[in-house]
């Protein structure tokens, strides 16, 4: 093999229709030449948003136990784990027990809310146990909602670049910080122990779903890759930009991000 081959492992869920979790991570990652082991935290007939007519959910935390004993029996670990969308809290410390294999390192996307709110089935329990989970990441994925409830910070649209930094220090370690306003533009903040970058962007006025796991799938594929967090980020970000500039203007549950796969 004439690059260093990873082997991930992405714990979310199978949102059968929707373009999002496992449905964006494992094509992703695989376009970036990693193994992408998978650990499914439910199987939703398709995401939680309104646009669909409801959704059904079954939880998988029951097989975690066994899935994760036979992992040690056969000494499987991985080059990093990737959390997102996560069912319920009671699959958090689920997730945690099992974590303590060897993992290598451990990207947290809290995947659970966006434009203020909470995602549907989420409270403010879960927001606590989501902060255990992200107390053990070496990278934090969150978007400007997600940072504000983790931090206890109250959710507004204006920030300057020093309140941002502020809100990326109080979680307290590498943070890849998205949907940041700037002005006419939209921003990632690249947070860690040496630096503060904002990368500003252009703004599509179009919100898609899924589009925060896209992200997030290119930055662990391209971090793993480069180990470079501001060039994993703009990566990214650009990819997004690009997909959501491609989306069919009648698809509305997702981005259509697969044209551009051989791009990575
Ligand atoms: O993309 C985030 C996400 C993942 N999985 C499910 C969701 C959502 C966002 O709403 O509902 C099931």
């Known amino acids: 093999m004439s690059y260093s081959y990873k082997r991930i492992l992405t714990v979310q869920d199978i949102s059968c229709v929707g373009q999002c979790s496992l449905t964006v991570a ?7 030449g990693c ?20 959704f059904t959910f079954q939880d998988t935390t029951a097989y975690f136990p066994a899935i994760f004993d036979k992992w040690k029996e056969n000494d499987i670990t991985f080059d990093c784990v990737y959390t997102g969308y996560i069912g319920n809290k009671e699959q ?22 966006d434009n203020g709110r ?8 879960f927001v606590a146990e989501m902060k255990k989970l992200c107390d053990r990441a070496d990278i934090l994925l969150p978007n400007l909602t997600e ?24 979680l307290g370690r ?3 910080l998205t949907g940041v306003p700037c ?53 990214a970000a650009r990819f997004v930009v690009r997909c959501i500039e491609h989306t069919d203007a009648d698809h509305w549950y997702g981005a259509m991000f697969e044209p551009f796969l051989r791009t990575l």
């Open 147 to 170: 940072a504000c409830l983790l931090t206890g910070t109250p959710y507004k649209e204006t920030w300057t670049p020093r309140e941002i930094r502020a809100l990326c220090s109080s």
């Open 174 to 176: 590498s943070v890849i």
């Open 183 to 235: 002005g006419d533009k939209i921003g990632v903040a690249i947070c860690n122990d040496e630096d503060f970058t904002l990368y500003r962007h252009k703004r599509i006025p179009r919100s898609l779903h899924g589009t925060g796991d896209v992200f997030s799938s290119v930055f662990v594929g391209e971090y793993l890759r480069s180990g470079d967090d501001l060039a994993a980020a703009k990566k």
């Open 26 to 32: 494992l094509p992703i990652l695989s376009a970036f």
């Open 118 to 125: 909470l995602y549907t089935g989420f409270d403010d329990d």
């Open 92 to 113: 958090i410390s689920a997730i945690l027990e099992g974590l303590s294999l060897n993992r290598g390192k451990l990207i947290v996307d809290p995947a659970m809310a």
């Open 35 to 54: 193994e992408t082991c998978i650990l499914p935290t439910g199987i939703l007939s398709n995401h939680t948003a309104k646009d669909f007519h409801g």
